[in-house]
């Protein structure tokens, strides 16, 4: 996720803290995403809580890795001892919604690899990370046991082993230690210019207490992943080889020995590895839809074989690979059980990719490996976003004000006349469309006076579209929908309190008054819960807020968003989505007949021919993208324990603040409209 600051997100993080962990503890997380990091002296004298309840509060949120602690930055010299703080992680508790989805992955990911026994231990352990937060490996090893009905004794090697695998994997971390340094907050320019000059001596304090506190952040980063000696399994080599590889290493073994006598390895799971599965899942799926299955098997070989080698969650491009070792790759994946398309011919493939003109996938040579080819991340999740960008755009204002949308996102600027030519829309509803665009965010206009007086009658008004501001909306829309969603599934429980407390305890001599009331609260928690999920798939990909889109390349100059692709296209939003110059009707006067034409083929052999394939490409076949999107995302994965809803969640919608939300219906085959 994106790093968000909307006062919306931090109260669906309260809400979700308050949901898992209590009131009590969501009182101390909202106080701290409200003020920032506090003093346990500043949290006591603010939230008027008892000195045991808070303690237990926060002992309770750094489990769970809702807040982590820091050690408050000194100046040198300083008499008093360093100050701990807690400062809240946002989007540590955002994740929280994405549990499910993690564990689907890890489910889909082990099935092919390994047998089902392995497949339950890697579920139990990233389960019982994700129930309790963070854990020792021998509190693991009694989770896992409990949850598999069986001795611990039985199932620890089972378990120290698919541990080491996730680890090396990267799905599993080390919790970051509480010593960490946070430095103090900057001084601003002004104010420092205003005082004394800094003296060479402060200067080199500042620099020395800098370095520190990179040397810190450098010496977890190097450890995050490190597997500790005892987990650490002989895998085939004797007992006599292994005694002398420990005493060749007997100082690094001493010093963690050290470390675990004293502090024990926390180990908790890593977002920020089931975030790039799930970016490139979008990468493949979006070469799949603009390609063909066999481009997909491709582009899964190169980012399976070059996923150790990204070091940033946002990379714009996968490493290269050769074509031979593109077919070994490709052979491991088939031999270890996973699903790929068989691919006849790899050369033609690999020879169509060269000449791609969408560019999701490049080639490069001169290697001494001969022909290179890599996946180009960016290029594909920023066509993935433009297709979010125009569903939601043409579900809110229609197919004329998508028409208007791609018109001025193309051409760049254009007054009101122009535009009306080109999206062959009537005067007054393209006006209207306009100033909706405008004040909903979508739009910017420009004044051009001809005089002084800066008359309307004399001025000329030119329209673009607002790229950046349009991120920005559509990614707080989508927290305001998540908020709503989930708002209205904790008052679905209050309301039903009792009853709920009743079935969590076992409670199965239920009242024939209340079967009803039974049937309804499940049916709404399903149907929430299904649609929070696809929400929050959605807006793992959604737009982020500092970096605007251009038409010009789409080669990863425009944002670093995740995303799911096929969320996007909902079966309302996909069958109002057109080409761009298809609409109701040709125009009946020759002269804007003859200018539809004129710029219908300058589309196609002019500058911007290579949009227009892009266009065409997206919105041509959209119908068929549609059902297929249906047939795979339409609800009906049981795993999800989604409600059979025919038709589409209106969650970006035209706004609809402060009002409630409509009845569910609980029918199958009736179409159920979120309101915002």
Known sequence: MAELVHPEACQLATLIVEEQLGPICKEICALLLRKGYQTL????KTSGCPRAELYDALLVLTQHNCIQPFVLEQEEGAKTSPQTVFQPDLLAILHRLRSARCLLHIADTWK???GQDETKIAEAIVEGLLENGRLTSQQIYRNVAGKLGCAVDDSTKATKKLLCQLISSHYVERAPPANLTLPKPAIHPDAMAKGRGISAVAKAQEEQAANLRRLDKVSYGRDRFRIP???RLDDGHSAAESALKRQKLSHSASTEALDMGTDPILWRVCYEEFNRSFRHAACIAMISQARDEEAAAI????LTKTRHFETRLKEQESQPLSAAMIKASLEEMMQSGEEVS?????????REIERDDLEMMTSSTGGPDGTMYQVQLDTCINLARLKTIESIVGARFGLLGLRIWRALFLSGQLEQKTIQDMAIGDQKDTRQLLYGMLKGGFMAVTEIPKSADRAASRTFYTWRVRRDIVSERIGLDMVHSM????SRLHTESLLNLELVQ?????NTTILKTHRQQVSHLTGARDLLESSLFRMDELNSVRLPYDHPLTPETYSGAYGNSTSAVEIAFSARVVEQTEYLLAGPALPTSPTARQASHKRKRQLE????????RLYTYLFLETRQAGDQMRKRHAVNDPRLRAARVNGAFDLLGAPRYNRPFQDICLETNVKVEVCL
């Open 41 to 44: 002296f500043e949290l006591a």
């Open 112 to 114: 092919g690899t390994n």
């Open 229 to 231: 000696s005892d987990l």
């Open 299 to 302: 582009a899964s070989a190169i």
């Open 342 to 350: 068989p691919i006849h011919d790899v050369d033609a493939v690999l």
């Open 483 to 486: 908020f709503n969603i989930a």
């Open 502 to 506: 009743q079935l969590e305890s076992g």
């Open 605 to 612: 052999v002019g500058p911007g021919a290579r949009s227009h």
